[in-house]
Structure formats: C-alpha cells, structure tokens
C-alpha cells in the first residue's frame, strides 16, 4: 500500500473530475429517474445496475487499452457510435408515446408489461455501453490519475474507486426517486417529465449521431 500512496496526488483531481461528471445528468442518469418514478424502486436499482455495468465495461477497456485499439479500427467505433445514437432516437420516442397516453392507460399499459430484472438490466448497460464517449472520458480520467507506466494495482485502485462510487450513485438515484414523493410529483406531471425526457433524449441522439469521435 505504500507504493500506491504515491499515486493518490494523481488519483485525487481525476476522481474529482470523475464525480463531477457522474452527478451531471446525462441519458443514464435519466434512464435511472425514470425508471425509479415511474416503475418503482426494483426497476430503478435494476436500471442503475445496468448502467453500472456498462460503465465497469468501459472502465476496463480504457484500462486495458482498448480505446487506442478503437481509435485505430475507426470503423468499429463508427458502428458503435450509430447503434448508441439510434438507440437513444428509440428512447425519445417511447417517451412521446408514453406522453401522449392517459395516466391510466399508461399504468395498465406497464402493470401489463412485466419488465424482468434483465430486462431493466439490459436497458441500463444498452444505454452506456453504446455510447462510445464513454470509453474516451475514463481514457481522460485514467491518463489524468495515472501517470505513464502506472502499475497494475495503480490502475485497479483507480478503477476501483470510481466505479464504486459510480455503483453507490446510480443507485441513489434509483432509492430517491422511488420515494412516494417523487411517484406524487411524476404524476402531477407525467406528460412534461416525459416530453422533457424523450427532448433529452432526442436532442442526445443527434448529437451522437452527428459528432465527430
């Protein structure tokens, strides 16, 4: 341990960094609110996990050098790219269809639905590990944290730390956001929250699709 604590100077500003990104919302976040207000407490913490996952997903393949394997093979990339931006376009549409509903029809419409935990699960990891920024911004966090040539235990300690706050966070939305307070308030604006969501949503795609990577 004490050959580790010679990184933590290192570790410190890029887990800073890290959180700072992780509270901003973004599709995931969403995708966790959303599923937490409108489908109860399960459905939130099986979403958070998801995306837990595909945040671990992309962790592992910035630490293995994976990113610089998709920089070279930039086709690859590309297809990722359009798979995320679609999917996030098909996201913001079962938004608009969900705000276009009564509050009724919409409750009869998911009690009949029955999504599974892996259902929810996979939601959550499709919504992150499509998104090939992210495997760039945990680039960014390790080259910032770790100095060139940094051992292995450096680089487990990094990934570590993030991602158990990562895993602590999602799931916190997850509790908070089932409350019946926030069930309350989703109610009494169901349609605004929805449009709102699938405008982020939207708006997310396009410029997913659109960017250059």
């Known amino acids: ?26 599709p995931a976040n969403f995708a966790i609110m959303g599923a937490a207000i409108s ?39 590309e297809v990722v790219k ?8 098909f996201l913001a549409w079962k938004a608009l269809k969900a705000a276009r509903k009564s509050t009724l029809d919409l409750t009869m419409t998911e009690a009949s639905a029955q999504h599974s935990g892996i259902q929810l699960w996979l939601r959550g990891y499709a919504i992150h590990v499509t998104n090939p920024k992210a495997v760039f911004a945990w680039l960014a966090i390790i080259s910032l944290g770790l100095p060139p ?36 308030a989703y109610l009494s604006a169901r349609r605004w929250i929805e449009i709102t969501m699938a405008a982020f949503y939207g708006l997310a795609g396009v410029k997913l699709l659109t960017s250059r990577i």
């Open 1 to 26: 341990m004490s050959d580790l604590s010679t990184y933590l100077d290192y570790i410190w500003p890029a887990y800073i960094a890290y959180l700072i990104a992780l509270v901003t919302p973004g």
């Open 39 to 77: 489908q109860g407490r399960r459905a939130g913490l099986m979403m958070a996990l998801g995306v837990f996952c595909g945040s671990l997903t992309w962790a592992c393949a910035a630490a293995l050098g994976l990113a610089t394997l998709l920089r070279t093979y930039a086709l690859a990339l």
């Open 82 to 89: 359009v798979i995320g931006g679609l999917y996030l376009l």
């Open 149 to 184: 040539n940094a051992p292995g235990p450096a680089v487990a300690l990094m990934v570590g730390i993030c991602c158990s706050s990562s895993l602590v966070i999602f799931s916190g939305y997850a509790l908070i956001f089932s409350t019946r307070r926030a069930l309350t």
